[in-house]
């Protein structure tokens, strides 16, 4: 058994260790608030952008297909964390991200990665998988426009000048602060449109300024951007949810450890206890004999 | 004939403005454009400057908008903009100086630079709040 100072010891540094998975769960909780409500913030545009380009592409019957004689070359964005500490959140998406690399592979795509996050960095660089565009340090938060516009500013250049004939995004979709999954979205070629095979109600007549095919573009390019910043939202929102219930879950380790040492401390306690009563009778019996 | 007309400006971090207005003024490739009530079902992008809202009971109100697009249909109008900055939040000395700099980056420019079209974007944006800065002042 353990010396009782080893114990105490062993008591106050999990203690110490339960007071800051406390405090990053806490931390983690607030952030996550943040994120849900910007992510109930971003609805209304993503919404109303996509009734327009539903409208505008309905309208028009614009293909938007890849550049001509573009390469069999995919740019996919893997959206992990640039830190650790929130569970399975980090191997998930990359695991997902690996699949879809095999995926892409296996239909004859030359795949390279825009990698967000120090994680996913990390592991593109462990594992020397192509990395077109790494993004690290996205503090203090991730989903910002200016992070989507970068990201979409890339993968259309390279759309139209056909460097790429494909770009997806991986990230983690936020369901509850218990479940999230990891999915993967394509954004280019465009896919936005679904024609219902009912849906044969005559296009409604729009005036388009200053001419469809100049507004397209921009159509796309706003949609891209909304898109790009709806899947860092749900990432940014994933991350604190999972690192909220990472660490719960230490916290209460750390307390179920805390009672497991408490027990055997007073345990070793009492032992010593027993042990000096022992000796003083032993003493004493010896003194009067 | 209705004189009045629903209008939303909403930006990717929310809804800005919900109401009704008697007149929106907006800057489009083709130059400011205003709309009223009955408008023709209408899409349009937007470039960087100043979105006005002239409300049914007077007041304007006023946004410069980093560029988006615009729809209306059915009477109702729907601005989405990039962002949307209320003026007297701009700093005119700073908006001032943005502008100049942005000037000069793009004389320096060639024209085919593949630059070129995000530099003319930032000019028309730091012009846009300079002016809508001193407009504010003014007043």
Not at chain 1, 59 to 86: F, H
Not at chain 1, 98 to 118: I, M, N, R, T
Not at chain 2, 122 to 137: G, K, V
Request: net charge negative; hydrophobic share 45%.
């Amino acid at each position: 058994m353990a010396s009782l100072k080893a114990i105490r010891r062993r008591i106050a540094s999990v203690k110490s260790t339960q007071q800051i998975t406390r405090a990053m769960k806490l931390i983690a909780a607030a952030r996550l608030r943040r994120a849900q409500e910007a992510l109930i913030a971003a609805r209304p545009y993503s919404e109303a952008l996509a009734r327009v380009a539903d409208s505008l592409l309905n309208a028009q019957g614009i293909d938007l297909a890849p550049a001509q004689n573009a390469e069999k070359k995919a740019l996919v964005a893997v959206i992990a964390a640039d830190r650790g500490l929130c569970g399975g959140y980090n191997t998930n998406i990359i695991r997902a991200g690996e699949e879809v690399l095999h995926s892409l592979q296996d239909d004859g795509f030359d795949v390279a990665f825009y990698a967000v996050g120090k994680k996913a960095v990390d592991h593109y660089r462990r594992t020397e998988a192509p990395i077109a565009v790494e993004s690290i340090n996205n503090a203090p938060r991730l989903a910002t426009i200016g992070l989507a516009r970068t990201i979409a500013a890339r993968m259309l250049a390279d759309f139209q000048s056909g460097a790429i004939s494909q770009a997806s995004i991986v990230y983690t979709q936020f369901k509850s602060a218990l479940t999230q999954k990891p999915v993967c979205e394509q954004l280019l070629p465009v896919q936005t449109i679904e024609k219902k095979p009912d849906d044969t109600a005559a296009p409604l007549d729009y005036l388009i300024e200053p001419s469809p095919a100049e507004l397209v573009p921009v159509v796309v390019k706003s949609y891209l951007e909304a898109s790009i910043f709806h899947a860092l939202l749900e990432a940014e929102a994933s991350e604190y949810g999972a690192k909220m219930t990472a660490m719960d879950s230490a916290t209460n380790n750390a307390f179920e450890m805390i009672n497991a040492l408490t027990l055997e401390m007073n345990r070793a306690r009492q032992a010593q206890i027993t042990k000096e009563l022992m000796d003083i009778v032993g003493g004493a019996e010896a003194l009067r004999g | 004939m209705a004189e009045r007309f629903k209008v939303k400006l909403v930006t990717p971090t929310g809804v800005v403005f919900e109401g009704e207005a008697r007149q929106v003024v907006a800057v489009g490739p083709l130059g400011e454009f205003g709309v009223l009530a009955e408008h023709i079902n209408f899409i349009t992008s937007l470039l960087p400057g100043v979105l006005r809202i002239e409300r049914p009971d007077g007041p304007v109100e006023s946004w410069v908008i980093s560029g988006g697009l615009t729809e209306v249909k059915d009477g109702a109008m729907t601005v989405l903009a990039n962002s949307a900055q209320t003026p007297d939040s701009i700093d005119r000395g700073q908006a001032a100086a943005e502008e100049r700099e942005a000037d000069q980056k793009i004389s320096a420019m060639s024209f085919y630079d593949p630059e070129y079209p995000a530099a003319e974007e930032a000019l028309l944006l730091a012009r846009a709040r300079s002016q809508a800065a001193s407009a504010t002042a003014a007043r």
